[in-house]
């Protein structure tokens, strides 16, 4: 259920994010501390991933603004909102997932065994689940629909659908921003596997990195000590619910059961250990 809050009207919910105008056309974007697996948003929520989401955010946001704007407004949110809510301009959101890869996983290792492809990259033979890319790739994806899978797609069908400047101009962007971001996190002994972005146009023209950026949600991270090419590797995100729900007997088509107090809070520890290792703060 959605907050009230004086002065902000609710536009709509997603899984995690709850969004917001007011009368000067700015958007407020609260991180509840839903959670979602397999397209479901889980009736169990879990205790401070709304703040891990929006202070890692912005932790991010800070390090990358000399590389990209962003759609941040140094705003005060609402005090009951505040740890877990961002002020942000409007944008025009470009209809791509800018995704950038520097190991092979996921669904980018679902189709180099096909084709030994990602978006119709070709990639050298003998790479395993968890291999490192001879250098990161940019895999954009279609955006879906609420409910709906993004679909990756090739460089040329992004430069079909937001033009050939714009997507070499994001292509350029996302490889920027994951190496520093990469670089960033093998200093706290993290590997950034993989990453997602949003990109929009601002009133002036400008591109802007805006949504969320590098969170647990959006990204793989890795500890590099336990990091073994050859199978899934262990990270700081929803794995112990992902795990626990395919073993529950849960037919993935009718509604979620609750989660285990224990799967909450070894989930809560992992989205946090995340944030305080990768920022050096404590949440």
């Known amino acids: 259920m959605t907050a009230m809050l004086s002065g902000w009207t609710h536009l709509r919910s997603g899984k995690v994010r ?37 202070q890692l955010s912005l932790f991010w946001f800070d390090l990358l603004s000399d590389i990209v704007p962003n759609h941040i407004l140094p705003i005060v949110v609402p005090a009951e909102v505040e740890g877990r809510a961002v002020i942000a301009k409007p944008l025009q959101m470009f209809p791509v997932e800018c995704v950038a890869r520097g190991y092979l996983t996921g669904s980018g290792w679902v189709e180099y065994q096909k084709s030994q492809t990602v978006c119709g990259i ?48 994001l292509r350029e962007l996302t490889l920027k921003i994951y190496a520093t971001a990469h670089d960033c996190a093998a200093t706290r002994g993290i590997i950034l596997a993989d990453t997602k972005f949003e990109f929009g146009i601002d009133s002036d023209g400008n ?20 990091w073994k090419p050859g199978g899934a ?12 729900l395919l073993n529950s007997g849960w037919d993935r088509m009718s509604p979620p059961p609750e989660l285990p107090v224990e799967i909450v809070a070894k989930t809560q520890e992992r989205y946090e250990s995340a944030y305080e290792v990768l920022t050096g703060r404590k949440i």
């Open 207 to 226: 591109i802007c990195l805006g949504d969320e950026v590098l969170t647990p949600d959006s990204s793989r991270f890795w500890a590099s000590e336990s």
């Open 122 to 169: 070709e990639l050298p033979a003998g790479l395993l689940d968890g291999s490192k890319l001879p250098e990161p790739i940019f895999t954009p994806a279609r955006k879906a629909e609420m409910g709906e899978h993004d679909e990756n797609i090739t460089f040329d069908q992004t430069c079909q659908m937001v033009g050939v400047e714009d997507a070499n101009a």
């Open 233 to 244: 590797q262990p990270s700081f995100d929803k794995q112990f619910v992902r795990d626990w």
């Open 18 to 54: 709850d969004l917001y105008t007011n009368d000067h056309g700015e958007l407020l974007l609260v991180a509840s501390d839903r959670i979602s697996a397999f397209d479901f948003i889980l009736p169990t929520a879990i205790p401070n991933k709304g703040r891990v989401l929006t």
